[in-house]
């Protein structure tokens, strides 16, 4: 991708990129799939009136936020699209770390998910650290945030990831 | 008229080292193959064992990151009710979880509090383990109501602080 060198990092930081809009609008259809595939019989998901009286209609299950972006197996006349996490390859590549673990990674949820929202994700570069040492290898950390908003632009979940590219002879750009 | 729906447990119910009801699951091939495609992940590793044995070099096909999320969320709502709103997970992963194995989620409570909101939380520690490896890590944050009459769910803006 990109030819991302360190000094590219400082102006990387905080600009949201790759922003694409899910392929098709969150559907009860899924959620009943995923519910049942965990035997999930919380009644938010199951029944209208509970999902009425406590959160104002039907909802999706928070954890199921990245079910949304994932594209279809195959789709007439498309591209490729995006990795997901593409600012994590940019780094790797740019910064010339042909290795990389990824560490935690950490879901916040904001406004809920409704059948019907059509959601939108950007990748936000957080942080890159200096390099250091570790027992894999000598890279960098970095924090890479995926964000969701609903097409009234309402944050719905934050996914944040940890990596740490290397490389395993020690050297680090 | 309907019923009105109430709280199953409340914040005062909770307290530190409270333990969640232990679930315990046998994991089918049909249980790894639904998750993945209910979480929309095609990959073969999580359908085609040959690929996973060859490819990836594990002994079958796995759960999926997503679908194991979902089970841990299943696991937090048996025990809070539907007033329960998740605030935020993070995860790790340590092993991989087979057909053949059952696994078994279990959790503790590791703090409670009120956030300066009025929001009532509760912080647990959850391991999903087979026998005594444990394969995932889960710490969560819940809303859970403070009172009868108060829904995490009817919080936005400023007001839900995640």
Known sequence: MSAIGPGDIAGMIGVPQYVEEGSFPVERGYVWTTCSSVENGNPLFWDDEVAAQVTGGPVAPPTMISVWFRPHHWAPGRSEAALPLQIHFDLKEGLDLPEAVMSDNTIVFHEPVRPGDRLTTSQVLRSVSEPKTTRLGRGRFWVIDVEYRNQRGELAAVESYTGFGYRRDGGAS | ?162
Request: hydrophobic content about 45%; charged content about 20%.
């Open chain 2, 1 to 162: 008229m309907s019923t009105p729906v109430r709280p199953v447990l409340l914040l005062a119910d909770v307290g530190v080292g409270d333990a969640l009801p232990e679930l315990a699951y046998p994991v089918t091939a049909t249980t790894v193959v639904l998750g993945a495609l209910a979480a929309r992940d095609w990959r073969p590793m999580h359908h085609d064992k040959d690929f996973a044995v060859e490819r990836n070099g594990t002994r079958d096909i796995f759960l999926n990151t997503p679908n194991q999320a979902a089970w841990f969320e299943r696991f937090v709502t048996d025990w809070t009710g539907p007033f329960g709103r998740l605030r935020r997970m993070t995860f790790r992963m340590l092993g991989s979880v087979f057909p053949g194995d059952t696994m078994v989620l279990a959790g503790t409570v590791t703090g409670t509090g009120v956030d300066e909101t009025g929001c009532g939380w509760a912080a647990l520690d959850i391991v999903l383990a087979v026998g005594d490896e444990t394969k995932t890590t889960c710490a969560a944050v819940v809303a859970l109501p403070v009172a009868e009459d108060d829904n995490p769910w009817g919080r936005r803006g400023d007001r839900w602080t995640p």
